[in-house]
């Protein structure tokens, strides 16, 4: 079982609608990510938090929007996605300098 | 940007084989870490390497840093039927800011023999 959760699990969305994706850990990690994942290629990241702030935005578009409410916390708000949005989402966490722990992600569908 | 180079891309398993992983690099990594992916699941941490020469073994799975710090292997000996999934190498160049980001290899593909 992982320590990170992520949910929903699964999320089939039109292009006009609006969703957020959730993370949580209790890990007391101050650092956490979200990371995109096409089939068959390594993560990609998106953006980093550390200390509740944002640290990196890897040039994601704006229709991408990151919030980290406290530090167990972490969420992705979705709004007018494209068909090639679709992926699955994944959120890590970890201690400063430390290895990072993956979710089980978000399988997201852009219809 | 930097660039890991994963090898093989995929392998055929028989149970009871070893089974040998690269990752390589042209540049230096303080870091090196090696993932395992299942389908429908997050990677998760098989090992960690912070010092170049590392030797580290978890189970069945051996991991080592390389002198150069270019590169590192994983080796999984008597391999099972579990063993099969993705694994990635990833090499991290420091802390904080862009240098605790993961660069991903490729994948490597473990999959069971015909």
């Known amino acids: 079982d992982t320590e990170v959760t992520q949910t929903p699990k699964h999320l089939v969305m039109g292009m006009t609608n609006k969703k957020s994706l959730k993370c949580e850990q209790h890990m007391g990690h101050r650092a956490m990510y979200w990371y995109k994942q096409k089939a068959k290629k390594p993560p990609e990241l998106m953006f980093v938090?550390?200390?509740?702030?944002?640290?990196i935005n890897e040039s994601v578009p704006s229709r991408f929007s990151p919030e980290c409410p406290n530090s167990s916390l972490l969420n992705l708000h979705l709004h007018a996605l494209q068909p090639e949005d679709s992926a699955l989402y994944l959120c890590?966490?970890?201690?400063?300098?430390?290895?990072?722990?993956f979710g089980d992600g978000t399988r997201l569908s852009i219809l | 940007g930097q660039q890991l180079n994963q090898s093989p891309q995929s392998m055929f398993i028989q149970e009871g084989e070893d089974v040998s992983m690269n990752c390589t690099s042209s540049?230096?990594?303080?870091?090196w870490l090696w993932y395992k992916q299942d389908p429908g699941e997050g990677p998760v941490l098989l090992i960690a390497l912070y010092k170049a020469g590392e030797l580290t073994s978890n189970g069945r799975l051996t991991a080592q840093f390389g002198i150069t710090r270019k590169d590192s292997f994983l080796n999984i000996s008597a391999s099972i039927p579990s063993d099969v999934g993705i694994y990635f190498c990833a090499g991290q160049l420091g802390y904080g800011g862009s240098q605790g980001n993961l660069i991903f290899g490729k994948g490597t593909k473990l999959s069971v023999k015909p």
């Open positions: 938090y550390s200390y509740e702030k944002l640290s």
């Open positions: 890590a966490s970890s201690h400063y300098g430390q290895p990072q722990h």
């Open positions: 540049s230096i990594f303080n870091t």
